[in-house]
């Protein structure tokens, strides 16, 4: 059984609001997990249940082997990290992490022999007897981390425990994170709205929208075989281009037809698109799979479109390149050397075997 089960999970607020709507995810003993999606999709609610913080409307959680729909946060066995992890500023970081057990009433040593351990793991051992204000933005998150893995739960729960870092530093914490779960192998649930924080960190990731789970797998998967439009834009940066046109036949080959631009459907999405030919379907290609034919290997007349450079970003690693043919507007990585002048035409080769269409009505991914 799941280390951590939720089913049929709903949470209508007294507003009449639903923010989470029949949710039902497994998450497995030691599986990172992580719940992603925009602002008000639910995440912080789907967390704040599993750790008791939220009555639920409807629905089961199952933690180990109980059912703790009813229990008090307290007796969950769960530890949670906010985004607002305040520390006790009176306290130093020892004591700070060592009240929860204090409360608990373990014995001295017991609670020694436990801060010291997490704070070697942690690489705080030397900033013990300092105080919050002594202390940076990093090694306080660190603190608060701390508090939690003295605890020894089942279970983690993790709420944008980095968003009040700064971007360096958040990337730095990102990485201790994802080593103290190697470590610790503790079952872990992490909320953020970062896609990209979602794709480092988790084994698997459920994106959200809207109150439901929209897609549950492994972070490529979701990345290379998104379920519908919402999850392929969700997740990649910069996100997948989208182009709205017609599929036609025409001597057996399947065609995208984009009015300002036709290109040719491979062999290989003929018989999961032919049922669409005459309809209105979203085509979407990320920006790494498109390629200026200077520099294309597989070029052909059936993938190849013309272009104009509206907008040129210099990243330094790669360039953001801001193109439109006709109506369509998309954004193309090219290598660092490859600048395009803004104003200039190109010829762009679509990688098609890699792009995904989309139904026009339900937005469910054809292939
Ligand atoms: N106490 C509340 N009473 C009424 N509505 C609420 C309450 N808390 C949250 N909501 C609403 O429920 C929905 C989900 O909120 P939730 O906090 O779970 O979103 P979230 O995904 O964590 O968003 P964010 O990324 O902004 O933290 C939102 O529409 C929100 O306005
Ligand atoms: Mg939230």
């Given at each position: 059984m799941a280390q951590v089960s939720i089913r049929n999970l709903s949470k209508i607020y007294a507003n009449k609001v639903s923010a989470v709507d029949n949710v039902n995810l497994g998450i497995e003993r030691s599986e990172f997990v992580v719940l992603v999606g925009?602002?008000?999709?639910g995440k912080s609610t789907t967390l704040r249940m599993v750790a008791g913080l939220e009555e639920m409307t409807a629905g089961e959680i199952w933690i180990g082997d109980r059912?703790?729909?009813?229990?008090?946060a307290k007796d969950r066995n769960i530890a949670m990290v906010f985004q607002n992890y305040a520390l006790y500023p009176h306290m130093n970081a020892y004591d700070n992490m060592a009240f929860a057990l204090k409360l608990r009433k373990h014995t001295k040593s017991e609670i020694e022999t436990r801060v010291k351990e997490a704070a070697e793991i942690l690489g705080v051992t030397h900033l013990?007897?300092?105080?919050?204000?002594?202390?940076s933005g990093g090694e306080r998150q660190r603190i608060a981390l701390g508090r939690a893995i003295v605890r020894h739960p089942l279970v983690f729960l993790f709420d944008?425990?980095?968003?009040?870092?700064d971007a360096k530093m958040r990337v730095q914490m990102r990485t201790e994170i994802d080593k103290l779960h190697l470590k610790i192998k503790t079952t872990m649930i992490y909320v953020t709205h970062d896609q990209t924080e979602a794709m480092a960190l988790g084994d698997r990731i459920a994106v959200m929208r809207h109150g439901k789970v929209q897609q549950f797998d492994e972070p490529l998967k979701v990345y290379d075989h998104p379920a519908n439009k919402f999850v392929a834009g969700f997740i990649g940066s910069p996100p997948m281009n989208f182009m709205d046109g017609k599929l036609y036949k025409q001597n057996g080959a399947l065609y995208f037809d984009a009015e300002d631009f036709k290109v040719k459907i491979p062999q290989s999405k003929y018989d999961k698109l032919v049922s669409y030919a005459g309809k209105k379907i979203f085509f979407g290609i990320r920006?790494?799979?498109?390629?200026d034919r200077l520099f294309a290997t597989n070029a052909t007349e059936a993938n190849t479109i013309p272009a104009v450079c509206d907008v040129l970003e210099t990243m330094g690693a790669n360039n953001f390149v801001y193109l439109v043919s006709g109506k369509h507007k998309f954004i193309a990585v090219f290598d660092a050397s490859n600048k395009p002048a803004p104003g200039s035409n190109l010829d762009v080769v679509l990688d098609m075997e890699k792009g995904r269409f989309f139904d026009a009505d339900t937005e469910e991914t054809i292939t």
């Open positions: 925009p602002s008000g999709c059912l703790v729909n009813g229990v008090p013990l007897t300092r105080k919050p204000r002594q202390l944008e425990p980095l968003s009040n870092l920006p790494e799979c498109i390629f």
